[in-house]
């Protein structure tokens, strides 16, 4: 498994050259961007330039992305990105193609996103926009309790056998989390996702709340957790997503060095 740090972390922050410095110093040499407007403006040319320029820089490569929840249109009237959603569904579409044009330019594999309230919908929609592009996609189980990785299973190998070439882009993101809320022990979860899995959102909580705490902060066996993963033989990003706890980037880099032992406990390759 390699270690990687999805730039959630920073989400209080217009991503920077500052955060990728922070990232390579923590010790990764991959990243998850997270694709927000407020931190990371996937529209403006000049900074997805800069992001390739920085990735280089400090040797830390944008391997996958969360894609939009949330969008401003034209007008500057935010709305919410769903494919699961048949109201702004040609907007979500069109939203999506562009964020994945843009960060697929600079080398980002997989995009991870989540089905939205009615999966018939997902589908239709889904399909679009697989057929114009030619990356990954990563299936999340939901902080709301749907999907949950039983559903993910059904969704995954569904698509896996419509689509052409669906074996090999499309499968699951495991949010252990989201698992550890509505799926008690997480580590089942991940054997029942197994093969699925092609990308990760490691955090902790209390098993209450969607709470992104470091590894350890909160209720969960991480020894079985890890194990759980060595057993499926999972060899993708296990990637920590760390809620944004700060404005201020020193404090965000201070609190996050404890994943640098974090990750040499758990076996991560650098």
């Given at each position: 498994m390699k270690r990687s740090l999805s730039t959630q972390a920073f989400l209080k922050l217009r991503i920077s050259e500052?955060?990728?410095?922070?990232?390579?110093?923590?010790?990764?040499?991959?990243c998850e961007l997270w694709a927000m407007q407020n931190h990371l403006d996937y529209k403006?040319?000049?900074?997805?330039?800069?992001?390739?320029?920085?990735?280089?820089?400090?040797?830390?490569?944008?391997?996958?992305?969360?894609?939009?929840?949330?969008?401003?249109?034209?007008?500057?009237?935010?709305?919410?990105?769903?494919?699961?959603?048949?109201?702004?569904?040609?907007?979500?579409?069109d939203e999506f193609l562009f964020c994945i044009d843009n960060l697929y330019s600079i080398g980002v594999q997989t995009f991870v996103l989540h089905v939205g309230e009615d999966l018939d919908t997902f589908y239709e929609n889904f399909y679009d926009v697989y057929r114009k592009t030619d990356c990954r996609f990563a299936i999340e189980n939901d902080p709301m309790g749907f999907p949950l990785s039983q559903d993910v299973v059904k969704i995954?190998?569904?698509l896996r056998r419509e689509l052409k070439d669906?074996?090999?882009r499309v499968g699951a993101?495991?949010?252990?989390?989201?698992?550890?809320?509505?799926?008690?022990?997480?580590?089942?979860?991940?054997?029942n996702l197994s093969h699925r899995i092609i990308a990760t959102h490691i955090s902790d909580n209390d098993g209450t709340a969607d709470t992104h705490l470091i590894p350890k902060k909160g209720n969960m066996d991480w020894s079985k957790i890890v194990q759980a993963f060595f057993d499926i033989k999972y060899q993708e990003n296990f990637t920590y997503e760390i809620a944004p706890f700060s404005?201020?980037?020193?404090?965000?880099?201070?609190?996050?060095?404890e994943l640098i032992n974090l990750s040499d406990e758990f076996g991560l390759n650098s």
């Open positions: 500052e955060v990728f410095k922070v990232i390579s110093e923590l010790g990764f040499r991959r403006e040319k000049k900074l997805i330039k800069n992001l390739k320029a920085w990735s280089e820089k400090y040797n830390v490569s944008c391997e996958t992305a969360h894609l939009p929840l949330w969008a401003q249109d034209k007008s500057g009237n935010t709305f919410k990105v769903s494919l699961g959603s048949k109201e702004p569904s040609q907007k979500s579409k995954v190998d569904f669906g074996e090999s993101c495991l949010d252990i989390g989201h698992a550890n809320i509505w799926e008690k022990p997480p580590e089942n979860v991940i054997k404005e201020d980037i020193n404090e965000i880099k201070s609190q996050l060095s």
